[in-house]
């Protein structure tokens, strides 16, 4: 096939964006942006021998031009913009666009998916996406589904095309993968359902990238980048002579091997994201995430510090074990701990994990519009407080989190990466004032309107 009027083919790819991120609109500034990888990593995929144009639409820096000429469309959708990807996928369909959805959404719920594309990719997009794209322009016709086998290798791929997105729209332009999946099955996480086994890149080729990017400073986005501790010590080591800058994911374990540590922080390690979740032994147990047990959080934290990475911690409010006890304790102990960047989320049921299964079959499901399953609205019936009592605590635990008094206390306790840690709380509490200009959507329980947070 070839492409408009007979000309050279183009392939559009978009990233949607909820109110968070939505150009000019959004919440988050600049100094709180990565560059993504999704749309840059499928248009390194697109097989030479199309020889197409790629154009790459991240609604978070850019707008939507909805009279866009293609030969085909692609739209990577997670959950909480499957309402928009639907929506763009319609508009474009209407003008008689082929359309692509894939991501971790489409993924889990495939048939919802396919009836708004053409077709739908499902898993990883390393050797189905080519696939579709030949099908589509060399072969007969693109299948209305592609599913990615569980052979998938990450070795020998192209590398992102990230010079594709203006580096000026973000604080950290230089981002990239070594692994992914996880070993662990939390309740509440896609990862399992969406993803299946964790999969890792040759450790000489994640330092390939890094090399021809000039990186100085990055930010890995696997989602726990020590799960194989093995593999994560090896790639350590081999950051160490190029001198770099970065930040990660990792779970708890990170803090339990001090080799582990030790080389991270020679290797560069500035700050670390951790998912702590809860402070309720109870509550870990019903995540499945019995492993946070295990270790003291105060040791965890002391440990870390000690080696000079700041902490982004994370914790989740909505357990079944939960009260309105739970959100002043918690955000108690964070200013105790000192911990640099706190961030919470209400316990969101994502369809296709155990968790959304679990409250389903219990009748305590308030809404599937996907729309609000982006972590700050409440979609279920909490177990021992209301609803109202979990959105309104889950505001009160950021604007307590990110007033100056607990800024100060955090980070001069702390001293750790204060150039980075000081631009990054005030832009988190920019963000922790203004929720409720940005979550103002609506929805219904029985007689009540439940709104976004920062609802009065």
Known sequence: MDGLDGGRRRIVLISPRGPLYRN???????????????????????????????????????????????????????????????????????????????????TLVP?????????????????????????????????????QGHDLSLAGRPFPKREMFPGAKFVTTHTIEATRGCIHGCEFCVVPSAWGRPLQKPVSEVVADIRQMGARRLIFLDLNLIADLQYAKELFEALIPLNIKWGGLATTTFAWDEELMDLAARSGCRGILIGFESLSRESLVETRK???????????IGRIHERGIAIMGCFVFGFDHDTTETFDATVDFVIEARIDLPRYAILTPFPGTPLFRR????????????????????????????????????????????????IARRLLGARNQLSVAIPANLGYRFYANRLHEFYNCEMVLGDRVLAGSGAR
């Open 24 to 106: 000019r609109t959004g919440i988050w500034k600049k100094s709180l942006r990565y560059a993504p990888l999704t749309l840059t990593t499928l248009a390194a995929l697109v097989p030479e021998e199309l020889d197409a144009e790629v154009v790459v639409v991240d609604e978070g820096i850019h707008d939507i031009d909805w009279d866009v000429e293609a030969d085909i469309v692609g739209i990577s959708a997670i959950t909480g913009t499957a309402p928009r990807s639907y929506e763009l996928a319609d508009h474009f369909r209407r003008r008689g666009v082929p359309v692509v959805l894939g991501g971790v959404h489409p």
């Open 111 to 147: 048939n919802e998916a396919a009836r708004h594309a053409d077709s739908v990719v499902v898993g990883y997009a390393e050797e189905t996406w080519p696939q579709l794209l030949r099908d589509h322009f060399l072969g007969d016709r693109m299948k209305k589904m592609y599913v």
């Open 290 to 300: 019995v492993f946070n047990t295990r270790r003291d959080y105060h040791d965890i």
């Open 359 to 406: 409250l389903e079959s219990e009748g305590r499901i308030i809404s599937q519009d996907w729309t609000y399953y982006d972590g700050q609205h409440v979609n279920f019936v909490p177990e021992r407080m209301t609803p109202e009592e979990l959105l309104h605590g889950t505001e009160r635990a950021w604007k307590r989190t990110y007033g100056y008094r607990s």
